[in-house]
């Protein structure tokens, strides 16, 4: 076990709070990642010098729902001209999915404040808090009695003497109580032989506190102090008024059930684990979300260079159109020919308007995602993506085992698994502490003092009054009945043992059972998911071999289709073919045009899915994580296949 963090508070020395160094590692894996700009939620508000910051409610960042600067000053000239590295930085600024995601983070931080606390951690979404953890109803902290016993007139004792039982108490941050009272009563009575006067009226003052604190051993102890002053219109009392008080301290220490660290440290672990996790889960949305971008921007610019092709094809169209029209007014062609070129001018026109409307469509889908929110300028600013759908290279195809090595160890959705894994462990190990019989070791020490204004009559002589003559009254109060307390005049010293043994057992049982079963149930996700990455993996695998080889076959076809149209046209520019022919070969370079665009985007995709599969999202497009959780660019993403990207990196 290694010392991770101290927990303590004045009159509790240092709790050590240890955690596993599986632990450790994954608080490191995140540290290395870098969340350290954010303020730490897990910490609370430093109280020293500061006493009312406990008290008041905590600032957190303010949110942003305007686009950021980046935006619009890519915008010119009505353009909105953006690179890989634009629409990724874009994304981190913008997204709202992001942003929303963003705030796991540090939900997560106080979850880990609040179990610190000795409070139950809430989780959130893609964390698990198993139920296991929960004792005697679920939803509870690490104590089902944080007030009671050790605290009360009688200090937790329940009477004055005889069975003595203190009860364990508070949580891990320290509980001071205060409580005053004033109370008169007048009470009619229906005998003059114990007071003296048919009725009588009390006047009570009563002030009381107590500091109560429970230890990561589960330990747990109380000191109070409780003053009772009252005064009475009886006749006869030894004290009038009298002042009353006691000061109790006490402990408890279980030892079978809750004892030892990892009982009572069971929500800091598992929220610590969450912690770890949020990362993950942050990392998650994140890969999404760039993969999301990616892909819109790859098919944003495949629908441009869809209208370039079409635009290129429309004006084939009606140069060839033109030419029959002025052979048709000369004689030198049929009508029917220029009835062909004319509908290639119609096809093409149609095409074009496709081709137009597909790039609308994305260009909105794509602005939804760059933006916080489509203001009247991003609106009408048109985009324009300038880089090129990317070449297929030999390196773009890594070794399969290497491939899976890297995926097992850098797939967050595994990391979150894994992290399940050991919270659904620690239930296990509690839910198996909570099979033993509950046995406690309790003790206490009290002392009392009693003391007031004393009348002295021949059959009483007040204590500490000396020698005086009778009727005399002796004043005393509040501090003769401290000194008594300090001197032990009236102790009491209790030491016990309780023992509480369910027979059958049968809910610890159940609890422990369902702990393993969900244990296992976990495992088996585990795997689940390690075998999914594995097939996504060797699905991206085969699209990218796939889609190198259809983008060379694309390219050969539209090389291919481009010399059948010059032949058919130097054909036709001997009379040996019709401009029928010339269109149709116009066509199949068209559809090979659009073929072969439509591979290489297919292809860029398949590469976003490789990265994906692989969970390196961030570091192949050379990507901060730190700049994604803060939401502002410190450096700029730098993708292999963007102008001035890295080479080699895929």
Known sequence: MKVKKCLGGAFAGIILICVTPGLLRAQASQDSQGNAFLKDYSKGPKWFGNFTAPYRQQPIPPISLENSPRL???????????????????????????????????????????????SAARGFSGATIPLGLSAGALGTGVNTAVTGGGVGNAGGISGGGGAVNVAPVGTFDPTINFNFSWDRTSSPLNSLVVAG????????????????????????????????????????????????SRMSVGF??????????????????????????????????????????????????????NVKVAQDSLAAAQRLYENSKRQAEVGALAPLDVVSAQSAV????????????????????LKNL???????????????????????????????????????????????????????????????????????????????????NCLVTARITCNQAGVVAPGTVVPAGAGGSLTQVIEAKFPEESLGFSLAVPIKNRSAQADNLRAQFEAQQTQVNLQALRNQAELAIRQAMISLVQGKAQIEAAQEAVVLAQQSLDAEQKKLGVGASTFYNVVLRQRDVTTAQYAEIQAADAYAKALVAMDQARGTMLERNGMSFNDALSGMITKMPAPPFSKGGIPGVR
């Open 72 to 118: 619009k000053d890519l915008i010119r000239d009505g353009k909105l001209q953006i690179s890989m590295a634009d629409a990724l930085a874009l994304a981190i600024e913008n997204n709202l999915d992001i942003a929303v995601e963003r705030q796991v983070v540090p939900m997560s931080q106080t979850d880990v404040l609040r179990a610190s606390a000795g």
């Open 197 to 244: 006067v048919p009725s009588v009226t009390t006047y009570s003052t009563s002030l009381s506190g107590s500091y109560t604190q429970l230890l990561a051993s589960g330990t747990s102890y109380f000191v109070s102090l409780n003053g009772l002053r009252s005064s009475s219109t009886q006749q006869s009392l030894l004290f009038n008024p009298d002042v009353a």
């Open 252 to 305: 408890n220490q279980p030892l079978l059930s809750g004892f030892g660290l990892k009982s009572n440290l069971r929500f800091v672990l598992v929220a610590k684990n969450n912690e770890n996790v949020s990362g993950a889960i942050f990392r998650t949305q994140l890969q999404a979300i760039m993969q999301q971008v990616e892909n819109a921007y790859w098919d944003m610019a495949q629908f441009q260079e």
């Open 346 to 365: 119609a096809a093409s026109e149609r095409d074009l308007v496709v081709a137009q409307t597909n790039f609308q469509i994305q260009e909105i889908a």
């Open 370 to 452: 760059l933006s916080k929110r489509i203001d009247p300028e991003l609106e009408s600013a048109e985009i324009a993506t300038t880089d090129p759908l990317p070449e297929p290279r030999d390196t773009d195809i890594p070794a399969l085992q290497d491939v899976l090595t890297e995926a097992f160890r850098s797939r967050p959705d595994l990391q979150v698994a894994q992290m399940n894994l050991l919270n659904e462990q620690i239930s296990t190990q509690f839910t198996a502490s909570n099979l033993l019989p509950t046995g406690d070791v309790f003790g206490q020490y009290a002392a009392s003092g009693l003391q007031g």
